[in-house]
């Protein structure tokens, strides 16, 4: 069965803290993606990253990045010198290949609050 | 990124009566339109698959009588929550993608929420 854990249900930093925020997974399928998208308290999911199961180089734009570990089905999310705009939650999300349906699975999320 | 619309942002309305909700996506057309609902403090919930001129797939426990998904054409889905009661209260999330394959990235509305008085 697909699953995604996300277990820090709140995070709470100090201004210019780096922080990593854990996204676990579960499923069969040897095709998937593996997405993480930032809700802001006005409530619009934005896009952050895709990433597909075969691609397991670790990517980085700007202030984040993200560690994609197959043998530990884990697709981990940092920010470094985090800024109080940062504040948000966070959702990490699966969709498989084999079900063909475009369904996202969506963690529990895990808020995140800078503080200056 | 493509731009997804919903209208109304916000709704209040007494029990009982029905509340529709359009998702458009303006610059492109959409095969495929999911509808998530997020009670507070809690993660989307997928709702509904629907595609283009078909009914649409309801996941397991969603009423599909009462919450009835229309996808009339490539850029509009509409989901109208019938005779509403305080407990439908919730952020009702659309996105659109190309199609319904997983590669396919989805696109999300901005959420409508919803008050039943």
């Known amino acids: 069965a697909q699953k995604v854990t996300q277990a820090q249900t709140e995070i709470s930093v100090v201004e210019k803290e780096d922080v990593t925020l854990d996204c676990v997974y579960e499923?069969?399928?040897?095709?998937?993606?593996l997405f993480w998208y930032k809700q802001p308290p006005s409530g619009e999911l934005v896009f952050l990253i895709r990433?597909?199961?075969?691609?397991?180089q670790n990517e980085i734009s700007g202030r984040y990045s993200w560690n994609f570990q197959k043998s530990t089905s884990s697709f981990n999310f940092t920010i470094t010198a985090s800024q109080v705009v940062d504040s948000a939650v966070y959702f990490c999300a699966l969709s498989e290949a084999q079900s063909n349906t475009g369904k996202l699975i969506f963690g529990q999320g895990t808020t995140l609050q800078v503080k200056p | 990124g493509a731009v997804v619309s919903q209208h109304p942002s916000r709704v209040i309305c007494k029990s009982g009566t029905s509340v529709k909700i359009e998702c458009r996506s303006l610059?492109?057309?959409?095969?495929?339109m999911f509808w998530y609902r997020q009670f507070p403090k809690q993660s989307l919930m997928l709702m509904a698959t629907?595609?283009?001129?078909?009914?649409?797939?309801?996941e397991q426990g969603v009423e599909k009588d009462k919450f009835l998904i229309n996808h009339a054409s490539l850029t509009l889905s509409t989901l109208t929550v019938t005779s509403a009661h305080p407990e439908d209260s919730s952020f009702y999330i659309c996105?659109?993608?190309?199609?319904?394959?997983?590669?396919?990235?989805?696109?999300f509305g901005p959420g409508t929420r919803l008050t039943v008085l």
């Open positions: 990433r597909n199961s075969f691609d397991e």
């Open positions: 610059d492109f057309q959409a095969t495929t």
């Open positions: 499923t069969r399928d040897t095709t998937y993606y």
């Open positions: 629907s595609n283009e001129g078909s009914k649409a797939t309801y």
């Open positions: 996105s659109a993608s190309l199609s319904g394959y997983s590669y396919n990235e989805q696109f």
